[in-house]
DNA sequence: TAAGGTACTTACTTGAAAGTAAGGTTAGAC
DNA sequence: GTCTAACCTTACTTTCAAGTAAGTACCTTA
């Protein structure tokens, strides 16, 4: 394994988790939760629809998030995370972990 | 701890490793490696002075690369990760662990 | 004296992500 | 008949990271 291979494979994982919005997003529906399109815009009051449409849409490509249609007037869509989604929850804990590891400056 | 507070949290992390050198950089000193400006350039042929400056620079400031200049002419500098820095090994880990969890497919 | 090695700086350009604002579809409620 | 709710789409502008290219300082060696 190369610097360079483990830097991309590092690096794929953060382009799924870059975007604005992203783990806002994602911290939103952990646990299980499923939400409307609608909550997630209460919950997230400074996002914009057209980003909050875009993450999501990312975040379903990438497979972490799962989008449900109920072909209903008015629209009702919800989204929730994906098996996947919900194991990058320790991973995002080791990282919290290593910042509290930070020496405070002097 | 409310869903904006841990997104926040990790996105300061985020933030020091988002450099489009910085894994690379990163993986190259991993391990206790010491190494100067232009072994780094050697390493990183795709990489400019400016950036490879400014990412090393970046990750200084943040605490993770420490910068030891020796007063000579010519110059010489050397750079290599903190205590802090290394530690991030295993949290980039469990992020690759993670990305390793992927489904095939279909 | 001039050529070269090392570690930078500076000025300018480019491109992708994000922000802003407005429009569109549908069907039932009034 | 027009209003509203919910979920988007589209067009345009702004911002900021990254790329390119050239220059600088310093002493040493030939």
Redesign the interface.
């Known amino acids: 394994m190369t610097?360079?291979s483990?830097?991309s494979?590092?690096?794929?994982?953060?382009r799924i988790?870059?975007g604005r919005w992203k783990?806002?997003i994602?911290?939103?529906l952990?646990g299980g939760k499923v939400l409307r399109f609608s909550d997630l815009e209460r919950?997230i009051p400074a996002i914009s629809q057209k980003m909050l449409i875009q993450q999501l849409r990312q975040m379903e490509a990438d497979?972490i998030v799962r989008r449900i249609v109920h072909h209903q007037v008015p629209p009702k869509v919800e989204y929730c995370l994906t098996d996947?989604g919900q194991?990058?929850c320790?991973?995002?804990d080791?990282?919290?972990?290593?910042?509290a590891?930070?020496?405070p400056?002097a």
Chains 1, 2 share one sequence.
């Open positions: 610097p360079l483990a830097a494979g590092v690096e794929n994982v953060l988790l870059e783990l806002v994602l911290f939103h952990f919950a497979g996947w194991a990058l320790p991973a995002l080791a990282l919290l972990k290593w910042a590891l930070r020496e400056e």
